[in-house]
Every structure is written in structure tokens, then in C-alpha cells.
């Protein structure tokens, strides 16, 4: 089992940022791969961001060039940077962590950007 908690959302103004992070517990060591996706009301949940254990990352084409995400090593949190915000990036945003046998989920943290 691996357990996920997010921290760091908020509001913010349109063109400010915010940094996620993304702490795992258990066995985080069967983890092959984390990421950040999102949803917004009324909307299905979509990719935002992944990252692999060997550095490889993928980003929506709606974020590339303004979020950035991390991962120091195996035992460290997954972050995203995200620059340069958009009202359109509101929207509650989850951790996720995939291993061979199963996908894990954080519980959410909200993200809104006003206008």
C-alpha cells in the first residue's frame, strides 16, 4: 500500500504561482512512476504532469513552458511548480502514484486562480 498526501494549493492571482507537493508513505519503493492531475467542476480528471523514476517527464500540452514538476529521488516528494497561472488552472488537484499491481491517489488540494 502506498498512502499520498498533497499539500500546498490555494488562491492566487492570475500570473502568480504556487508550488504542490506530494509526500508518499508505505511501500514507496514499489512506486515506478508519480504525477499530478487535476479536475475542475463539471469536467472529467485529466494528466497534468508525470514524472518517472528515471527522470522522464510528460506534461499537457495546456501547461508545458509554465509547470514544472520534480522529484529529488526515490524517498522525496513530488513538486510542481506552477508559473505563470491561469484562471482556467482552478481546479482540485491530485497526486498520483502508480506501481506494477496498483494506482494510488492523493485526497485532493484545491487550486484557484482569480482573474
Known amino acids: 500500500q502506498v498512502q499520498l498526501v498533497e499539500s500546498g494549493g490555494g488562491l492566487v492571482q492570475a500570473g502568480g504561482s504556487l508550488r504542490l507537493s506530494c509526500a508518499a508513505s508505505?511501500?514507496?519503493?514499489?512506486?515506478?512512476?508519480m504525477g499530478w492531475y487535476r479536475q475542475a467542476p463539471g469536467k472529467q480528471r485529466e494528466l497534468v504532469a508525470t514524472i518517472t523514476n528515471a527522470g522522464s517527464r510528460n506534461y499537457a500540452d495546456s501547461v508545458k513552458g509554465r509547470f514544472t514538476i520534480s522529484r529529488d529521488n526515490l524517498k522525496s516528494p513530488v513538486s510542481l511548480q506552477m508559473n505563470s497561472l491561469k484562471p482556467e488552472d482552478t481546479a482540485v488537484y491530485y497526486c498520483n502514484a502508480l506501481t506494477v499491481r496498483s494506482e494510488y491517489w492523493g485526497q485532493g488540494t484545491q487550486v484557484t486562480v482569480s482573474s
Open positions: 508505505g511501500l514507496i519503493f514499489s512506486i515506478n512512476a
